[in-house]
């Protein structure tokens, strides 16, 4: 399994950007998919990766992280295999590395899937920058 992301971008306070996610190889069993985050780092801290939104493969179920709930929408598309992630009101704080991910069966609970530990299929990254 292979996992590559769009091109993210800059763009103003307040602005919207989609991100997407194509994904090829045997799929298998994917439970879930999702999008994760890491913000740049501040001086020497180490920042942790954070989650933003994953959906169920099986009922299209979706779950966001409260920092995002509102203003951002996961969707995927089975049969294309691809995740989506539309991201409108952005904010500074929005600013990151962002990262799709797979997770595989079985299917557990809908919040289980805000936990980057299920997910065993990485993309490589792609930045997001909200700027004015």
């Known amino acids: 399994l292979q996992l ?3 091109a993210g971008g800059s763009v103003q306070p307040g602005g919207p950007l989609k991100l997407s996610c194509a994904f090829c190889g045997d799929v ?3 439970a879930a998919m999702g999008w994760f985050r ?10 942790a990766r954070e989650e933003v939104a994953a959906i169920t493969t ?5 779950i966001y992280a409260n920092s995002v709930r509102g203003r951002f929408t996961i969707s995927r598309d ?3 295999n691809t995740l989506d ?10 600013t990151a590395t962002y990262y799709c991910a797979l997770a595989p069966g079985p299917r557990f609970g809908l919040p289980t899937y805000l936990h980057s530990t299920v997910y065993n299929v990485w993309g490589q ?6 700027a004015s």
């Not at 099986?58 to 979706?62: A, E, K, N, V, Y």
């Not at 992630?85 to 929005?94: A, G, K, V």
């Not at 990254?125 to 909200?130: E, I, Y």
């Open 125 to 130: 990254g792609t930045q997001v920058t909200v």
């Open 4 to 6: 590559a992301e769009s």
């Open 85 to 94: 992630l539309l991201m409108s009101d952005l904010n500074p704080e929005d």
């Open 38 to 47: 890491r913000a740049p780092p501040q001086g020497q801290e180490y920042v």
């Open 58 to 62: 099986d009922d299209g179920s979706t």
């Open 78 to 80: 089975n049969a294309k």
């Open 28 to 30: 298998g069993e994917i």
